[in-house]
């Protein structure tokens, strides 16, 4: 069968490290392909080199299109042979419509000179029908949700006509209805003999949406897989390169009986006097206990989180042990013990001007200060020591942030909040867009971080992650708590249920 897309002997360096070593992918038409492999295997690299990001004369090997050599300059030659890109991260223009984002580049169409509205609204119109959203296209972009800009996104990539489509990580930022119907938009797009690649770390995306599966892992290829032969075990082992047999890790440490935290009738008022974004919750939990907080988007789990924190005007009284703590910012809370990861990390929490090490002590600064001058070499330190405690892969603590994986984007995060060794951690979605080996990582240091004393609170969109990790259940519904069970009761049913059955006005704490 012949190969839409195909790249033979592909590697690529970098000062040193070898990011790819001697790819050679094959793509068939019409088919959704998946790239899947953990964080650093070299899938951003590759993609870039077919994206012409990375530019011929930069890489060794040869890329094929339509069985043909092509050696791209930039992304624009990649666009104009027909390979179009859809990045992970939102990249649109606020203040233009949707039209002028979806043409945004080639607003003027064919006349190059003027922009003809008329006709830029009938066409983005056509292709977002074609897409099965139904929008104004006139519209600001600013008005619409970020599922929607991702569609749009979508809809901008379709309207070069591509050969071939490139996600990267589509669904990382959307909710399972908006993920369910993402997925429907693709099988329409297969179905009329569009070709994809899903760059994706997503086990079940793969298994519910891919023809083919190519799984990279230190820069290499180490598996093919065709759908007949998908299974999840075998797609996992081949990125990890061992089995996984057992993906949480188990629990050997027994819960504390103390009280670390407890709150005590949390409201947090919505804007304009609208329904509470969180109305009348109360719960606990105890020294080395992890309690989850499921619900849908939009629920109020962050929001529980963030008042906690300090980071949004709440009512309610919070206690850490057994001390009533006045939590009016976040200097309150973590003066207390508290800390929180947030699920944001590249607009609330890294900061990408820094380096690494200035990312891990940011905001402890004070503990490697004598006098108010802050000591460099305790300082310095500590961030390696960070750095080896969470395995961070980087070439030291003067890396560039915003060149590490997501993954070790992550383990940094956690690295700083736990600095300063906290009482009580926050954690929201806290393995988001961090690959399985990674997930691997972060549970176990979760579980001994529980082995240690810590309370712990856990937010997270994925019900198997929350029933694996958790000890204990909170399911909230617009902004109430509907179910409390412990992990022996608890299952994907019953948190599903709980949130259709929506919020039932009553006091639900626990002892």
């Given at each position: 069968?012949?190969?839409?897309?195909?790249?033979?002997?592909?590697?690529?360096?970098?000062?040193?490290?070898?990011?790819?070593?001697?790819?050679?992918?094959?793509?068939?038409?019409?088919?959704?392909?998946?790239?899947?492999?953990?964080?650093?295997?070299?899938?951003?690299?590759?993609?870039?080199?077919?994206?012409?990001?990375?530019?011929?004369?930069?890489?060794?090997?040869?890329?094929?299109?339509?069985?043909?050599?092509?050696?791209?300059?930039?992304?624009?030659?990649?666009?104009?042979?027909?390979?179009?890109?859809?990045?992970?991260?939102?990249?649109?223009?606020?203040?233009?419509?949707?039209?002028?984002?979806?043409?945004?580049?080639?607003?003027?169409?064919?006349?190059?000179?003027?922009?003809?509205?008329?006709?830029?609204?009938?066409?983005?119109?056509?292709?977002?029908?074609?897409?099965?959203?139904?929008?104004?296209?006139?519209?600001?972009?600013?008005?619409?949700?970020?599922?929607?800009?991702?569609?749009?996104?979508?809809?901008?990539?379709?309207?070069?006509?591509?050969?071939?489509?490139?996600?990267?990580?589509?669904?990382?930022?959307?909710?399972?209805?908006?993920?369910?119907?993402?997925?429907?938009?693709?099988?329409?797009?297969?179905?009329?003999?569009?070709?994809?690649?899903?760059?994706?770390?997503?086990?079940?995306?793969?298994?519910?949406?891919?023809?083919?599966?190519?799984?990279?892992?230190?820069?290499?290829?180490?598996?093919?897989?065709?759908?007949?032969?998908?299974?999840?075990?075998?797609?996992?082992?081949?990125?990890?390169?061992?089995?996984?047999?057992?993906?949480?890790?188990?629990?050997?440490?027994?819960?504390?009986?103390?009280?670390?935290?407890?709150?005590?009738?949390?409201?947090?008022?919505?804007?304009?006097?609208?329904?509470?974004?969180?109305?009348?919750?109360?719960?606990?939990?105890?020294?080395?206990?992890?309690?989850?907080?499921?619900?849908?988007?939009?629920?109020?789990?962050?929001?529980?989180?963030?008042?906690?924190?300090?980071?949004?005007?709440?009512?309610?009284?919070?206690?850490?042990?057994?001390?009533?703590?006045?939590?009016?910012q976040p200097a309150d809370a973590r003066g207390a013990g508290i800390a929180l990861l947030t699920e944001d990390?590249?607009?609330?929490?890294?900061?990408?001007?820094?380096?690494?090490?200035?990312?891990?002590?940011?905001?402890?600064?004070?503990?490697?200060?004598?006098?108010?001058?802050?000591?460099?070499?305790?300082?310095?330190?500590?961030?390696?020591?960070?750095?080896?405690?969470?395995?961070?892969?980087?070439?030291?603590?003067?890396?560039?942030?915003?060149?590490?994986?997501?993954?070790?984007?992550?383990?940094?995060?956690?690295?700083?909040?736990?600095?300063?060794?906290?009482?009580?951690?926050?954690?929201?979605?806290?393995?988001?867009?961090?690959?399985?080996?990674?997930?691997?990582?972060?549970?176990?240091?979760?579980?001994?971080?529980?082995?240690?004393?810590?309370?712990?609170?856990?937010?997270?969109?994925?019900?198997?992650?929350?029933?694996?990790?958790?000890?204990?259940?909170?399911?909230?519904?617009?902004?109430?708590?509907?179910?409390?069970?412990?992990?022996?009761?608890?299952?994907?049913?019953?948190?599903?249920?709980?949130?259709?059955?929506?919020?039932?006005?009553?006091?639900?704490?626990?002892?």
């Amino acid at each position: 069968m012949p190969y839409i897309l195909a790249t033979e002997g592909l590697s690529k360096h970098f000062a040193g490290v070898q990011a790819l070593r001697t790819v050679d992918l094959k793509v068939q038409p019409g088919l959704i392909h998946a790239l899947v492999g953990q964080n650093g295997a070299g899938k951003s690299t590759l993609v870039k080199v077919l994206n012409g990001v990375y530019p011929a004369g930069s890489y060794e090997g040869t890329v094929r299109l339509h069985d043909a050599p092509v050696r791209f300059s930039s992304p624009a030659d990649a666009r104009a042979c027909g390979i179009a890109y859809v990045p992970q991260e939102l990249q649109v223009l606020e203040n233009l419509s949707i039209a002028e984002n979806i043409y945004v580049g080639q607003t003027g169409l064919e006349s190059k000179a003027l922009v003809r509205f008329n006709e830029l609204n009938r066409r983005a119109a056509q292709v977002l029908s074609r897409l099965g959203v139904a929008l104004d296209v006139r519209a600001p972009l600013a008005s619409l949700s970020a599922a929607q800009k991702q569609l749009v996104m979508i809809a901008r990539a379709l309207a070069t006509a591509p050969s071939v489509l490139m996600l990267d990580e589509p669904t990382a930022a959307l909710s399972v209805h908006e993920t369910d119907r993402l997925f429907l938009i693709l099988e329409r797009l297969r179905s009329e003999g569009v070709t994809m690649i899903l760059i994706t770390h997503r086990i079940p995306e793969v298994l519910a949406l891919a023809d083919w599966a190519t799984v990279l892992r230190d820069g290499q290829i180490v598996a093919e897989i065709p759908r007949a032969d998908f299974h999840e075990d075998a797609i996992v082992s081949a990125m990890v390169g061992r089995r996984i047999d057992l993906l949480f890790p188990p629990r050997d440490t027994p819960i504390g009986t103390e009280e670390v935290l407890r709150v005590e009738r949390l409201r947090v008022p919505r804007p304009g006097g609208a329904a509470d974004i969180i109305s009348d919750a109360s719960f606990s939990v105890r020294r080395g206990e992890i309690v989850g907080l499921a619900g849908l988007v939009g629920s109020g789990r962050t929001e529980v989180l963030s008042a906690i924190y300090g980071r949004i005007a709440h009512e309610g009284r919070v206690f850490v042990e057994g001390r009533e703590i006045a939590i009016r910012q976040p200097a309150d809370a973590r003066g207390a013990g508290i800390a929180l990861l947030t699920e944001d990390r590249k607009n609330a929490g890294l900061l990408f001007n820094l380096q690494l090490g200035r990312n891990i002590t940011l905001g402890n600064l004070h503990l490697f200060a004598n006098h108010g001058l802050i000591d460099r070499d305790r300082e310095d330190t500590a961030a390696r020591a960070s750095m080896r405690s969470f395995e961070i892969k980087a070439k030291s603590i003067r890396a560039d942030v915003a060149h590490l994986s997501g993954g070790n984007q992550q383990k940094a995060l956690l690295a700083r909040v736990l600095v300063h060794t906290p009482k009580i951690l926050l954690l929201d979605e806290p393995t988001k867009g961090v690959d399985v080996g990674t997930k691997q990582e972060i549970y176990r240091l979760i579980l001994e971080l529980a082995g240690r004393g810590l309370a712990l609170i856990v937010v997270s969109s994925e019900l198997p992650e929350l029933l694996g990790m958790c000890d204990r259940f909170l399911v909230l519904s617009n902004g109430t708590i509907v179910d409390e069970f412990t992990k022996a009761d608890g299952s994907e049913e019953r948190i599903l249920q709980a949130t259709a059955r929506g919020p039932v006005r009553q006091q639900i704490a626990t002892a």
